[in-house]
């Protein structure tokens, strides 16, 4: 099967599953078909104008002034920014274009805003002759109603960038507050009925920097080479609030999440729709005197890649921020910031007072103002840098507890509020961590989504899959009673079959919807059964979804390694008995679930931590069945130009797996691809919600409460993606820029923990919320990525010099001294010495390292050795550093007396 019709295939088949109506672009959709009936007012048919500019090419429409295309121009190739192959459907009211405006008002002694929009009711606008720099210039005022200001737009060249300008005039006689102010920025992002390489080839995902004077908008293919398209604001256009544009009648589905407004002034919105929630920025709003004007002006420029971002930015004299490690900052461990600007710093204020204390340090050689953030005040923080030229920057912080306290209350949370316990369910669920609504504080035993509660997919087992997971970082004795019991009573045997022809197939749910076989009052009667998620029985027993298969595999993994490394935990089982598990599930996913297996899978990973303990275990035979049958999917990816497909048209969920494989296997170029296309959806910007944040925007209606289309901040792809990010820095030490990203998708897994420990589904984007989701949902999946990959990075860095993410790092002479901050204190990277040590049971206190002699001092904690036998220290071979005094094993790993307090590596060659 060709890969366009596989994907078409898939697509369909994600429709008879799941709940968006499927409709293709051919005039299905009921938008369209309403549409259709309205009359053009874009005046498409009038024709447009062309006009060159420093690596990109637009043409305006003569009617409207608006943006029919915007080219990125290579040679005789010429990509376009605009959804063109939409142009002729959008071109009626209501649909927003490059040159559009929204403008909220209040006259002097109303109370209350009126709305404006030059794309609502859209009328010819008055040409104006260009002059000097101006492309094209027109008063658009009659396509704004009766609005009381004279709007005059204008398309400028400036040193070959493309400048937007709106003038903005008060021709009254009374005052005008102008309270809402956006700028629409429809870009092609649009990917309906599209296979992957159309999409790779054709669309783009912007993400924004909301930081006012300082923010932009970051506009990136989705195969992730080439330029980024950047959005400046050049005068009067802090980036203040990022909008979603809801009244755009294009349809919202899993391949189109909507388009975005850059917001100028937002006090209008603050004061009705976002009423009562607390913005990024403080909304503010423009007063117009009688007769004044006011200027208004956004400027496009291109980087040369997206790496190459922030030294664009330097280039047009915008300032730069860079956190070290970034903008999640753990109460126990500030965090470094660097700025530079041509500009003087003014003023630093900080928000809420308190939260944050903020210390200089002495500048960089490279005349980088740098400081120390440390968290005061657990919850959101905000940074306002003044410089002189009065351009305003802000930076947005998330303060949580110490990596192990979050990872502590995580674990807590889970095994007691999400702890469901009930001999007499009906469902078979009983003991088990189950889903939580954190809103009305109670579990999710029932819903019309029968997976919440049915302790299988992402929304349903990713609550145990956390749970177990957190013992990895954390043992818990009491934790794991629990969770022993939810293993062998729960999971294996309902959720995992263990007999018979469907042996270690994983169903669906355990949950269903059959109310006649089962006896009256089952079912809550407040809730709409009508629904195609409401699954029967059969469908909530179908094991032939793959994604499925690595959370019970992860899981016996789990098991496998507490009865292994530590004492008195786990001794239900040998330790043998749990990876056999581990690795019949894993095959299990190719036999029973072979089409969805052909893709990667979330949490994929997991397959070979599997094949790497099998292997040294000795587990010979089984270690090359699984190898052989995983080498099978390599093989189909390698054939594919973009080798992450999914049950969904486009997912950032696969990358993960198929990275990883194609790296073990030596597929290169596979690596690549898949790496470049995680950086174009895996930004970093000062802002805590979106650096890092892999890019996800419908699992919200499958894994949320509140269900609707919108960007999710740090759903569990940030923590998944975070893995071969972070895997491809080790390979490349000297890469800066994949470890900011590949961290900060790390710390993603923890940033939404509340205070007591509740993980939910992501953060909600939209201004109008701005807060974690109230349910649980597919926190766990995530959170795996945390667990198997968290890690604390060492590095010289040839400007900002010595730094130490998730470490608090201490520079005395020729000694470099790192104290862990991670969950595990089980994983350190030394970036100068190519060192990546992992400890498989366990702690690492302190990490020293002499920069004149090369050796490395290892500080245990010794007080695990009631449950920890042996320390088990890995080092990678291509450090060339090996134990003083400790003999490794073939695989490299020492066994080290857990009472044991310090050992120095020496470097041998």
């Not at 939409?86 to 403008?103: A, E, Q, S």
């Not at 400036?158 to 903005?168: R, S, T, Y």
């Not at 959720?495 to 042996?503: C, F, S, W, Y």
């Not at 969920?653 to 296309?677: C, H, I, M, P």
Request: charged share 20%; with cysteine.
């Amino acid at each position: 099967m060709n890969l366009k019709k596989s994907c078409y295939l898939l697509y369909t088949l994600f429709y008879l599953q799941y709940s968006i109506p499927a409709f293709s672009q051919q005039d299905e959709h009921p938008v369209w078909k309403a549409t259709k009936s309205q009359p053009a007012t874009l005046g498409i048919d009038q024709g447009a104008k062309s006009f060159d500019l420093d690596g990109l090419k637009i043409k305006v429409l003569r009617t409207s002034q608006t943006l029919s295309a915007f080219q990125q121009v290579n040679g005789d190739d010429a990509f376009d920014y605009t959804p063109v192959e939409m142009l002729h459907k959008r071109d009626r009211n209501n649909f927003f274009h490059l040159g559009d405006i929204n403008i909220s008002l209040k006259r002097q002694g109303e109370t209350h805003w009126s709305s404006y929009s030059s794309a609502r009711e859209r009328k010819k606008v008055i040409e104006i002759t260009p002059s000097k720099t101006v492309l094209a210039a027109a008063d658009i005022t009659p396509t704004l109603g009766d609005i009381p200001l004279k709007v005059v737009r204008s398309w400028e060249k400036v040193n070959g960038d493309l400048i937007l300008k709106f003038q903005i005039t008060n021709s009254t006689d009374q005052p005008i507050e102008i309270g809402a102010l956006g700028i629409p920025l429809p870009f092609n992002n649009n990917m309906d009925w599209k296979n992957l390489n159309q999409a790779h080839a054709q669309n783009v995902f912007f993400d924004p920097y909301i930081g006012k004077d300082a923010g932009y908008m970051q506009v990136n293919h989705l195969h992730g080479n080439g330029p980024s398209l950047l959005v400046l604001p050049y005068a009067n256009a802090g980036f203040e609030a990022y909008n979603p544009l809801n009244t755009d009648p294009t349809p919202k589905s899993i391949t189109f999440e909507g388009f975005h407004e850059w917001m100028i002034h937002s006090k209008a919105l603050a004061e009705t729709e976002w009423k009562g929630v607390e913005q990024w920025n403080i909304p503010t709003s423009t007063l117009l005197k009688p007769d004044e004007s006011k200027t208004f002006a956004l400027k496009f420029v291109l980087a040369p890649s997206i790496k190459e971002i922030e030294n664009t930015l330097l280039k047009n004299n915008r300032p730069v921020a860079v956190g070290a490690p970034g903008y999640v900052v753990p109460l126990d461990n500030p965090v470094k910031l660097f700025i530079k600007h041509n500009k003087a710093i003014k003023n630093i204020s900080v928000y809420p007072e308190g939260s944050l204390l903020v210390t200089k340090q002495k500048d960089t050689p490279q005349k980088w103002h740098q400081y120390e953030v440390k968290g005061q005040q657990w919850g959101r923080a905000r940074l306002t840098i003044t410089y002189q030229d009065g351009i305003e920057q802000t930076i947005q912080y998330k303060v949580i507890k110490s990596e192990k306290d979050v990872v502590n209350d995580l674990g807590n949370f889970l095994t007691t509020a999400q702890w469901y316990e009930n001999d007499n369910d009906l469902f078979g669920r009983s003991p088990a961590v189950i889903s939580y609504d954190y809103e009305e504080k109670k579990l999710v035993t029932q819903e019309q989504r029968a997976w919440y509660a049915g302790l299988s997919d992402e929304a349903g087992a990713a609550s145990w899959l956390a749970a177990i997971m957190k013992q990895v970082l954390q043992p818990n004795a009491k934790e794991i009673a629990k969770l022993k019991r939810f293993v062998n009573e729960t999971m294996y045997g309902r959720i995992q079959h263990k007999e018979g022809d469907q042996k270690y197939g994983v169903v669906k749910s355990l949950f269903y919807y059959e109310p006649d076989s089962l006896p009256a009052g089952t079912y809550q009667t407040d809730i709409n059964w009508k629904t195609w998620s409401a699954w029967p029985k059969k469908e909530a027993d179908n094991i032939g979804r793959s994604y499925n298969y690595p959370h019970v595999a992860a899981a016996h993994w789990v098991m496998y390694r507490l009865a292994r490394d530590y004492r008195n935990l786990v001794q239900e089982e040998n330790w043998d008995v749990y990876l056999d598990r581990a690795f019949q599930t894993s095959m299990a996913m190719i036999e029973k679930a072979p089409y969805y297996a052909q893709f990667g899978q979330m949490e994929g990973s997991i397959f070979l931590l599997i094949l790497h303990d099998l292997r040294r275990e000795g587990l010979t035979d089984a270690a090359n069945k699984l190898e052989a049958a995983m080498r099978k999917r390599a093989e189909h990816w390698k054939s594919l130009d973009y080798p992450f497909g999914s049950e969904m048209p486009w997912d950032s969920t696969g990358q993960e797996e198929v990275y990883l494989w194609s790296r073990y296997f030596g597929f290169d170029d596979k690596t690549q691809v898949t790496l470049n296309a995680i950086l174009a959806y895996m930004p970093t910007v000062p802002h805590w919600g979106y650096n890092g944040s892999a890019r996800r925007y419908w699992d919200f209606v499958y894994g949320g409460k509140l269900s609707r289309i919108e960007r999710q901040l740090h759903h569990y792809g940030s923590a998944l993606n975070a893995i071969p990010v972070l895997t491809e820095y080790r390979d490349h030490p000297d890469d800066f820029y994949l470890l900011r990203v590949g961290h900060a998708g790390m710390m993603g897994a923890l940033a939404n923990v509340t205070a007591d420990g509740f993980g939910p589904a992501a953060f909600h984007s939209y201004p109008s919320t701005l807060a974690n989701d109230g349910i649980s949902g597919d926190y766990g999946t995530g959170f795996y990525g945390y667990a198997v990959n968290s890690g604390t990075y060492i590095i010289e860095h040839p400007e900002f010099g010595w730094l130490a993410f998730s470490g608090n790092l201490k520079a005395d002479k020729n000694n470099i001294e790192v104290a862990i901050k991670t969950a595990s204190k089980g994983r350190v990277f030394l970036a100068k010495e190519n060192l990546w040590l992992t400890s498989d049971a366990g702690e690492i206190e302190t990490f020293t390292y002499n920069q004149k002699d090369k050796t490395v001092f290892l500080k245990f904690n010794t007080s695990q050795s009631a449950i920890v036998p042996n320390i088990l220290l890995n080092i990678n071979p291509e450090s060339g550093y090996e134990i003083e005094g400790f003999n490794k094993d073939k695989y490299n790993r020492y066994e080290i007396p857990a009472n044991t307090n310090t050992v120095k590596l020496v470097k041998i060659k």
